[in-house]
């Protein structure tokens, strides 16, 4: 209730925008013309198309995933995807970035982009972005803007129709059953898990987005004021006086972790191996549904289980976005369309396959749409909605960018 309060506001000066026009236009092309093309014009400009897409490459069930909506829209559409595989989003972000200061005006190298949070904010402020497009696509009124209103406010930035939903996430703990008992119910209270437990806890190098986050949820938990976070940075002072506990609290965390904290995991995949291999009893995820669909595709133990903590964990919402300069700017909505599509959004859901929830609304889809839902695979480690208790707000990008560097001088090695 805290954070859907938090972000009416916001909420509603997307819906505003979206019932008005008044929304942020893109650099090079005729951007507002994008939500006013028949939906019928635009599938047949984008057939025969080739959609570059860039995409976060580092677990192949989200690769392999990737592999069938490819698939599936060549199927449908006539539409070649060609999947980008990325360390870093950013990575990406820079080279439209560099694009632009080049004067390229059409055509971009990239067509899609898997892109939320600092990145979002980046592309968006710096003009990067073709759109508004999202009330072109048929598939966007199935989204569930009331009950997951982050699908129009992307880590306090209104999306302004410049992205399209295609996913939730939410931060929660995987464990070995077999090797813990009690887990711990906050932040400080897995430091003293960890003190306990030397070498059986790590998280992810930050800008991976999974130890972004864990650096994230422990700000929140531990900031003297939390809703400083929900405001741009405004001076080095007051990062400085804000960010003390975090640092304090990873000072304190970093003795007892794996490896003395000298080395962290590379990535969210890696990571989990580490539980898979017995070197960890801990691990982040940011899919409530990834320790059963692990389980099921032989990457986790059976004894593998899932906790949050109990004053709430962070959430948001991922998206697709179309550069202002794309080359297939026609094919790249037609795929951000599929990606809304109940077929799709099950097919993610499902934790055999992947284990991301859903973007929509169960009320707004048909019989068959819902069935879709209703039939797919609860998994032994999924706990249950009303389990995963309080979605915490994500702090203002401006916030992440300050910390991932200030991480970086202080434990890189």
């Known amino acids: 209730m805290r954070r859907r309060i938090a972000l009416l506001p916001l909420l509603a000066a997307c819906l505003t925008a979206f019932a008005t026009g008044a929304l942020g236009l893109g650099a090079a092309q005729d951007a507002q013309a994008a939500e006013e093309r028949p939906w019928s014009e635009i599938t047949d400009a984008a057939k025969g198309q080739t959609v570059y897409w860039n995409a976060w490459g580092g677990d192949e069930r989200i690769n392999a995933y990737i592999a069938w909506v490819g698939e599936r829209v060549w199927d449908d559409y006539g539409i070649m995807v060609r999947h980008v595989k990325l360390a870093d ?4 972000v820079s080279r439209v970035l560099a694009e632009r200061a080049a004067d390229k005006t059409e055509g971009g190298s990239i067509d899609l982009i898997w892109v939320n949070g600092e990145n979002f904010a980046t592309m968006k402020e710096n003009d990067l972005l073709y759109g508004p497009f999202t009330q072109a696509l048929p598939n966007f009124q199935l989204v ?5 209103p982050s699908t129009l406010v992307d ?6 129709g410049l992205e399209a939903p295609w996913g939730m996430a939410k ?9 813990v008992g009690e ?8 430091l003293d898990w960890a003190k306990a437990n030397p070498g059986r806890f790590s998280y992810p190098t930050p800008p991976d987005f999974f130890g972004t986050t864990f650096l994230k949820q422990v700000l929140i938990e531990l ?9 741009p940075v405004e001076s080095d002072s007051q990062v400085e006086q804000v960010a003390h506990p975090l640092w304090e609290f990873l000072d304190a965390l970093h003795p007892h972790l794996w490896r003395g904290g000298e080395v962290f995991p590379a990535s969210g995949p890696a990571q989990r191996q580490l539980l898979d291999d017995g070197e960890l009893d801990i691990a982040i995820s940011f899919y409530p549904s990834e320790a059963s669909s692990a389980i099921a595709n032989g990457l986790l133990p059976e004894t593998a289980r899932t906790f949050v903590l109990d004053g709430g964990t962070i959430g948001n919402t991922h998206f697709v976005a179309v550069p202002f300069n794309a080359s297939a700017a026609e094919g790249a909505m037609v795929v951000a369309n599929f990606l809304m599509g109940a077929e799709a959004q099950a097919r993610k859901q499902n934790p055999e396959i992947w284990g991301d929830d859903t973007v929509l609304a169960m009320a707004k889809l048909d019989d068959a749409g819902r069935k879709l839902f209703e039939d797919l695979p609860i998994g032994v480690a999924t706990l249950a909605p009303e389990d995963l208790g309080p979605t915490l707000l994500e702090p203002h990008p401006s916030w992440m960018v300050r910390i991932e560097a200030e991480w970086q001088r202080r434990y890189a090695r």
């Open 144 to 148: 569930d803007f009331e009950d997951k």
């Open 89 to 92: 989003t950013a990575d990406a």
């Open 183 to 190: 887990t711990p119910g906050s932040i400080p209270a897995l």
């Open 155 to 160: 880590f306090t930035v209104p999306t302004d």
């Open 171 to 179: 931060l929660n703990f995987i464990y070995d059953s077999a090797r």
């Open 223 to 231: 900031a003297p004021d939390p809703a400083f976070l929900q405001q």
